[in-house]
């Protein structure tokens, strides 16, 4: 198997530090670390992008994170892993990201929700967490990077 792309890193040399930017964004300490992982997972998992789920679940099991809640974020729902902080962050990337049969995703409900868990700041920061993962959709998705494979193989070899 081969990736269609080669690493938008060597392609596009300013993506390193934008990655580094979103990184740190996401970082700033009103959300920890694995609940953004956990939102992320299930981004990958909503997109239906085998990369992009192995790649965040790999980073959730170096942090420890247990193989019963990698497993129950697909179905976080009735899984009993989860705190309701984290249930609703998972519940609000899935209104982000899947179509709503009725005219609002992330509904008033869901924001006073959030909003029990999370200030201001926690609230902006889980949005951007989900744009943090959706601005590498695209490249997942097109590009078709291999997964569970380490960083230097993921991407075709190129000529930039």
Known sequence: ????????????????????????????????????????LRAGQIVGNTYLAILHATTLRKTGESEERLAAVATWRDAPYFTEAERVALALVEAVLQPSSHSERVTDELYARVSEHYDEKGVATLAMAIGQVNFFVPLALIGKPLPGVPPTRQWRPGTA
């Open 1 to 40: 198997m081969e990736s269609r792309l080669s690493n938008p890193q060597d392609l596009v040399p300013e993506l390193k530090e934008l990655s580094a930017a979103l990184y740190k964004v996401t970082g700033n300490g009103s959300v920890p670390r694995s609940t953004i992982g956990l939102m992320q």
